[in-house]
């Protein structure tokens, strides 16, 4: 139930009657106004812009935008779940249900479970979620993180609102990277021969190369060391390449993270086919491509400029600054041609919505591929790029060292080693993915009010303390959730109580809007309010005995209100579970 698209529906109606009467335009587009809660929750429950937004269409017909709310304010009179309409201001619309309505909404959270707030009718969008797409070359760091948890939990919210999404893990295993990787291990396959080495600079110095340096020892003994490159490279690879994905699979199944797809570059040019020369032709094909001279770029040097002749992607026809070089120098191809082939495969696979998460740094990235999706799709694809900013690691106010294993930077693993899944998880989604983050090691374990995750699980932990008391209390009631929602709702009358009802209202407006704009700190900033909610009633209750949720001698109202507790405690589950966060049951 979304009593904020139920009553939008209903404006629409009344919209569309005065557009059948001729005092409104034929075309107006009925998506166009909003109804959400008002800012200040003293004007009602429900606020409506419709009469503000058409104000320049109504203008024929009406004086003002207030002649027009007015209108629709007299309409709504008549419905049987509006208590009151009025018109505020200029012309803002704004709404209070009848207690009815409050009933309702605890009845739909009752009955759906986790499902509340869920999309279910119509045919499933495919969306493609791009996320990690680490390099091959070391174990993940917390950047590497915050970017794992903001894909995975977005596609969680994707799914949640209907979306029929595809998780996808971009192997970068075919740049000069990998042949570093592969000449780190192989001096590891010395080492472990007994050899006593040193890592120049260039190489990766990290432990974790070691286990696989002894794998190949084990596999092949001696007989690497009496090869050529040419040789031992292409094997050393791929054994480099497997040990590091597994170990990457890994990190994220410690977080909770697993894939649907993972996608090898090198199988872009491998199996006698060239799938990056197949991108590119059909660009050359759409007269997208040309042989052109860049001009030399102003301010700083661009590692894409070159001065010479050379193939050329249209992209500033798609909204790009500048041409895109398609090859090098020495002939072979740029990353951006291999990465405009990867996402024709995601397009030839069907989808058509594709949505990639980067670090902060690829940001001049973003228009060149947005460019390249639009024109191999002919339009019909859209690519959205969410850009996570990075993590600044600390430990009671100091920043934390680096860790042995990755010899450079400390490792994901070791962090949700220290502080668990829950703590990595809803922290790095309590802030925006483009605003820097502060991730205090001692502070997300702290069992506080100002520890975010710990807050919200412990609402739930209390909601569900509360629902134990009850069936204390009263050993002979039946508080499933099917039992519950025939309680006598309208007992639930004090503010507290309307204050919660009315947050639960808002989960599935909150869930959409977060799904619409790919933003899945909204859940999190809204499981708080939450919480906060549920914390105050609570507090309260323990300065005025009549607000509490179990009172024996009041039977028929503790099990209304033990009902919302339980409505409470399915929003908080469900918003958790799309974070990827638990809601225990209690708090250890």
């Known amino acids: 139930m979304n009593i904020y698209s139920d009553f939008h529906g209903r404006v629409a109606t009344l919209l569309q009657n005065i557009i059948v009467n001729g005092r409104l335009p034929a075309d107006l587009d009925l998506a166009r106004f909003v109804v959400e809660p008002p800012r200040d929750p003293a004007h009602g429950d429900l ?99 915050r970017g794992a948890v903001f894909g995975d939990a977005l596609a969680s919210l994707l799914a949640f609102a209907g979306g029929d999404v595809t998780r996808e893990y971009y192997i970068n295993d075919a740049g000069a990277q990998v042949d570093v990787l592969a000449r780190s291990a192989y001096l590891r396959y010395r080492e472990a021969l007994g050899e006593t080495i040193t890592i120049p600079e260039g190489l990766y110095p990290g432990d974790y190369l070691k286990p696989i340096g002894e794998a190949l020892a084990k596999e092949h003994g001696r007989a690497l060391l009496d090869e050529p490159e040419a040789v031992w490279l292409p094997q050393v690879r791929a054994a480099a390449i497997a040990g590091m994905m597994e170990m990457i699979r890994a990190d994220l199944a410690a977080l909770h993270i697993v894939h649907d797809v993972f996608f090898s570059e090198r199988s872009l040019t491998q199996g006698g086919r060239d799938e990056i020369a197949s991108a590119i032709d059909e660009l050359r094909a759409a007269d997208l491509v040309y042989v052109g001279r860049l001009p030399a770029p102003k301010g700083q040097p661009s590692e894409d400029w070159e001065d010479r002749e050379q193939e050329l992607f249209k992209s500033t026809s798609f909204g790009d600054d500048v041409d895109r070089p398609l090859k090098k ?32 740094d690829h940001g001049g990235y973003v228009k060149r591929m947005q460019a390249a999706v639009t024109a191999l799709s ?89 629902l ?108 958790l579970a799309i974070l990827g966060v638990s809601a225990p049951d209690e708090m250890r």
């Not at 191809?333 to 989808?351: N, S, V």
């Not at 008391?469 to 507290?496: H, K, M, R, V, Y």
């Not at 949720?549 to 589950?573: H, K, M, P, Q």
């Open 329 to 360: 120098s020495d002939g072979s191809y740029t990353y951006f041609a291999a990465d405009i082939a990867y996402h024709k495969t995601k397009i030839d696979r069907g989808f058509r919505n594709l949505i990639d998460v980067w670090g902060a």
């Open 468 to 575: 134990r008391q009850g069936q204390a209390a009263f050993a002979d009631a039946d508080l499933s959730p099917a039992a519950l929602a025939q309680a006598n709702f309208g007992l639930l009358t004090d503010a507290g109580e309307i204050g919660l009802i009315k947050l639960l209202a808002q989960y599935s407006r909150v869930v959409e809007a977060a799904a619409n704009a790919h933003e899945p700190h909204r859940v999190a900033f809204y499981l708080h309010d939450l919480a906060s909610e549920l914390h105050g009633h609570w507090t309260r209750g323990k300065d005025q005995p009549q607000l509490r949720f179990v009172n024996e001698d009041y039977r028929d109202l503790s099990i209304a209100r033990l009902a919302l507790v339980l409505a409470v405690t399915v929003v908080l589950a469900s918003g």
């Open 47 to 145: 606020s409506v812009n419709a009469a503000m937004v058409y104000a320049k269409e109504a203008k024929a017909h009406f004086a003002n935008p207030r002649q027009l709310a007015t209108e629709l304010a007299m309409s709504l009179a008549d419905d049987p779940d509006v208590d009151q309409a009025e018109v505020a201001g200029p012309g803002f619309l704004n709404i209070r249900v009848k207690p009815q309505v409050f009933a309702q909404i605890l009845d739909a959270v009752l009955t759906q479970g986790g499902r509340f707030g869920a999309v279910t009718a119509g045919t499933a969008e495919k969306i493609d979620v791009e996320y990690v797409s680490a390099n091959p070359t070391g174990p993940m760091h917390v950047g590497h993180g």
């Open 378 to 466: 002919g339009g019909k694809a859209s690519l959205d790029v969410k850009l996570c900013q990075l993590v600044k690691l600390m430990r009671n106010g100091e920043p934390v060292k680096m860790s042995k294993r990755s010899g450079d930077f400390v490792t994901l693993r070791d962090v949700v080693d220290e502080v668990g899944v829950d703590a990595v998880r809803f922290m790095m989604l309590f802030r925006k993915n483009d605003a820097p983050l502060e991730f205090d090691l001692a502070k997300v374990i702290e069992q506080s009010k100002d520890n975010p995750v710990f807050y919200v699980q412990y609402a739930h932990a209390r909601g569900k303390s509360a």
